[in-house]
């Protein structure tokens, strides 16, 4: 139980200011740059944070910054997007990159030296090791390269988004006489970016070279009679979001499959070169994109550290690593027993990663295998391009099921794998729809029809988290397996909406977005408010990924000025600043940043002593809310919402390891361990809360 402390409102809303949208969510990539700098994790896992934040960053300027660049190349002053919203971000940026690579170069690359191994640079090798890679560029990469120079008849090539590419002044003329100085060299993203070199050439190392210092110590071979000048690597980020007309398209998955061709080649909003890169050359490569200075990127390293995760992977040293974690089995199941029958006695819950997802892989196995399973429909948005649950479906529609699937398209960066699975089912006889014109399908749902004697009864999987066995094991999400009549009847309903798109009929046990969600979570917080006011218990805890809804944080801010004790765990972007003083006072926002990504939804609200417990798909975001098709559904078992609480609320608000404090002027401050915040880190005791196995978790 949680007990609140009431404090007297005093302000009103109107004295709020909410925290800017994009810098949250660069807040929320410095901690999780603070992972790759603490000495108490291992090493190959810091590199993988600081190649994580590296990633971040990528889809940050491939969704957010092309308004804030327009705004600025417009010189626009009013609004959201200006020409000042433009520099700040870009300053924000060019001071995490510096730092991201200032570690990369004075921490963790020194850190691997003393571990025996190196990334060796062109001037660092011997004369062994650059044979080695002479023969190396000879026989693998240099009969894929295919160098541009650049003239009338041969303009600047079209450059890949987030390619690796090389530039290069020359000097002379060419085989015509003619004195075109620059060319260009594209590098095929099918060569690998880190090579480990043999060890007869390596010494007491482990020793790899990165394939652009390969290429940049041969560039001259690639210009015979040509003298090679500056040069410098680059990359260009590009606005990837997809835009579809959905009104005006007739085959969406058409549309889509034509603007996939495109995403590569979009508008450039980012570009990274070489530190020592030339002002010449430097400002032909803007030109050639139409960028700014602001958008110039100088780094002192690989211009794409994503890819640096190839040496977690080739080095795969143990000791370097976290200890293994594999999830337990489902603790409420029991391995082999029917799942049917398992659901007529009550719900199970299953805490992801901790608890592992084969649980849910044996329900669709069960009912794909069961004779007496007529019908199977599933939500899709993410699952990965090599999936066993699709596999499932497609031997569902073999053994003569009714199979109906629900795929999400527009998925963002999982477009082309759905597209795929979506023209697989079609192709075998599966019902495939795409939701519904302007929203995307987010809810996460599977319903199983089965017969029993004279009746048709329905089991169902919900869950916060995605039908993706990989993120499953990275990411903290609720499973949730029900044989509740009204909650399967509700997500009936639901598919036959998302299929028919008729009038949805009034739901029991769910909320539904576009629909229901928005308005019940703010009436349910008005409701709050209105009993703190007379002096009665409330409670809100929320956890979620985002929280960016301005209708929904202006009614958390009501509530808390009439006495709502709240407490907020968003892992990412937060606009709502916390304890403001006379304004949120009652309001707490905090963020865990851990060995596992959060993503669980966790909606608890407590109303003069009564529960009520709701998991969502939802973020509270109001694209989420308006913009998509979402689902939250209350967990009315007194058991299982006690465990959910404990487990996903009360363990976080008494994290001292992991957990972030949100500030009035919106930065934040990891919390440190003291007296009364114990050395307490959620993940870490769920870990080894559900290591210990099947015995001691009974009844659970």
């Known amino acids: 139980m949680f007990h609140p402390t009431v404090l007297p409102a005093h302000a009103t809303p109107a004295a709020l200011k909410f925290l800017d949208r994009d810098h949250s969510i660069l807040a929320f990539n410095e901690r999780v740059l603070d992972w790759a700098k603490r000495a108490d994790v291992p090493l190959l896992e810091r590199l993988r944070f600081l190649c994580i934040v590296s990633s971040n960053l990528d889809e940050f300027f491939e969704v957010r910054a092309a308004l ?70 000879e026989r693998e990469v240099r009969p894929l390269l295919i160098p541009v120079g650049l003239d009338p008849s041969h303009p600047f090539p079209q450059v890949a988004n987030k390619s690796l590419n090389f530039i290069v002044r020359l000097g002379g003329h060419d085989a015509f006489g003619r004195e075109n100085d620059i060319a260009i060299v594209k590098v095929p993203r099918v060569l690998p970016r ?60 058409t549309a889509l499959r034509l603007g996939l061709e495109q995403r590569h080649y979009g508008q450039a909003v980012r570009l990274e070169v070489s530190a020592g890169c030339s002002k010449h050359l430097s400002d032909f490569l803007l030109g050639q994109f139409n960028l700014p200075e602001a958008s110039l990127y100088r780094v002192h390293g690989p211009v794409n550290l994503v890819r640096l995760t190839q040496l977690v992977d080739l080095v795969n040293d143990p000791r370097l690593l976290f200890p293994p974690h594999k999830g337990c089995y489902p603790t409420q199941l029991v391995p082999g027993e029917s799942f049917f029958e398992r659901l007529k006695r ?11 997802f084969d649980g849910v892989l044996d329900f669709l196995r069960e009912a794909v295998n069961d004779p007496q399973v007529l019908a199977i429909k599933q939500t899709i948005y993410r699952t ?31 477009e082309e794998a759905n597209i795929n699975w979506a023209e697989m089912l079609e192709s075998i006889g599966a019902q495939v729809v795409y939701g519904v014109v302007g929203l995307k399908t987010h809810a996460k749902m599977l319903l199983v029809t089965r017969r029993e004697g004279q009746h048709l009864k329905r089991y169902a999987h919900l869950s916060t988290g995605n039908y993706n066995p990989k993120t499953a094991r990275l990411y903290t999400d609720i499973s949730y397996l029900t044989a509740d009549p009204a909650l399967t009847a509700d997500i009936d309903n639901v598919f036959v909406h998302l299929a028919s798109q008729s009038k949805l009929p009034k739901l029991n046990r769910l909320w539904l977005a576009p629909f229901q969600l928005h308005k019940k979570l703010i009436e349910r917080i008005d409701a709050l408010g209105e009993v703190a006011a007379q002096g009665k218990d409330t409670r809100i805890v929320a956890k979620m990924n985002a929280l960016t809804d301005e209708a929904l944080m202006l009614a958390l801010v009501r509530a808390g000025q009439r006495g709502v004790k709240i407490d907020l765990v968003v892992r990412g972007a937060c606009m709502l600043p916390a304890q403001v003083p006379g304004v949120t006072d009652n309001i707490r926002v905090r963020s865990i940043i851990g060995r596992f990504l959060e993503h669980s939804r966790v909606f608890y609200f407590r109303c003069d002593g009564e529960e009520t417990l709701y998991l969502s798909s939802a973020d509270w975001m109001n694209r989420n809310m308006l913009r998509r098709v979402e689902l939250a559904w209350s967990v009315t078992d007194p058991d299982l919402r006690q465990r959910i609480i404990d487990e996903c609320l009360v363990a976080y608000l008494h994290d001292g390891v992991d957990a972030w404090d949100l500030q009035p002027d919106g930065t934040y401050l990891r919390v440190q361990a003291t007296e009364s915040v114990p050395r307490h880190g959620a993940q870490a005791a769920l870990m080894a809360r559900y290591s210990v196995g099947r015995s001691a978790m009974s009844g659970a």
């Open 68 to 137: 804030h660049l327009t705004a600025a190349q417009a010189n626009e002053h009013k609004g959201a997007y200006t020409a000042t919203s433009f520099e700040a971000l870009a300053g924000a940026a060019h001071d995490m990159v510096a730092r991201q690579y200032a570690l990369y170069n004075d921490e963790l690359m020194p850190l691997f030296e003393k571990q025996g191994i190196k990334i060796v640079s062109h001037g660092d090798r011997n004369t062994a090791q650059r044979q080695w890679v002479q023969a190396y560029f």
């Open 194 to 253: 880190l090579i480990r070199m043999p060890d007869k050439v390596s010494g007491k190392y482990t020793c790899f070279v990165s394939l652009s210092s390969v290429i940049r110590a041969h560039l001259s071979e690639l210009f015979p009679g040509r003298d090679v000048g500056q040069f410098s690597q680059f990359r260009v980020t590009r606005h990837s979001d997809l835009a579809v007309d959905e009104d005006d398209v007739k085959n969406l998955r």
């Open 346 to 356: 009550g719900d199970v819950s299953i805490h992801q990663p901790f608890e592992n």
């Open 384 to 414: 990965g391009t090599d999936s066993e649950m699709m596999v499932l479906l497609r031997e569902a529609v073999r053994r003569g099921k009714e199979v109906m699937v629900v795929l999400e398209l527009k998925a963002r960066f999982d």
